[in-house]
Each structure stands twice: as C-alpha cells, then as structure tokens.
C-alpha cells in the first residue's frame, strides 16, 4: 500500500479453495488512521472475489478489531494468546507460583 508514492503498509491475500485469507495487514505508524490498513484488505477480497471466493478469513489484533467490524466481519471464535512469564531479574530463571 502506498501514499504519496510512497510504501506505508501491506497485507496478503492466500486463497485456500472457495476461501481468501488476509494475513500480515500493517500500517507505518506515520500512515496510521488513514485508510491504509482497510485499502490493503479490501485489496485482499477483491483478490479472492476474482479467484471466485465466497468466504474470507482472517485473525485481528486488538489495534484492528473496530476496522474490520466496521468492514463487515464478524468473531467467529476469539482465540487466547500465550505469553510466558518473565525471567525474574535476581535469579535470570523463571519465577515459580
């Protein structure tokens, strides 16, 4: 995606059968709030409706989730993020509960 000529963001379309996934949707932070990031997804399902895809997917964080309501997606599932505890800083290890 570009403004002014200028490349601020990307996204990906990968059709799997009758189904278009979006992945890897970004925005320079520059570029934020600009319509950057729905360009580039719409760009995507405009990919998969010439593929002749009838149903796209994609995962948001929590930054993007207001955009991609606003576009017409829905939560199927809400998915959990693992993020491991952090070393302690006396012993370098891992805290215990």
């Given amino acids: 995606a570009e403004l002014d000529g200028e490349p601020v963001g990307n996204a990906i379309a990968i ?3 009758r189904v278009v996934g979006v992945y890897a949707v970004g925005t320079l932070p520059a570029a934020r709030r600009r319509g950057v990031g729905s360009a580039a997804t719409w ?4 990919a998969g409706r010439a593929w002749g895809c009838d149903v796209a997917v ?15 997606f829905e939560t199927v599932v809400p998915y959990a993020v693992y993020v491991p505890p952090r070393p302690t800083e006396a012993g370098g290890g891992r805290e215990r509960a």
Avoid: E, K
């Fill in 58 to 72: 994609l995962q948001s964080s929590a930054m993007a989730l207001g955009l991609y309501l606003r576009m017409g």
């Fill in 15 to 17: 059709r799997t059968g």
């Fill in 43 to 46: 760009a995507c399902l405009d």
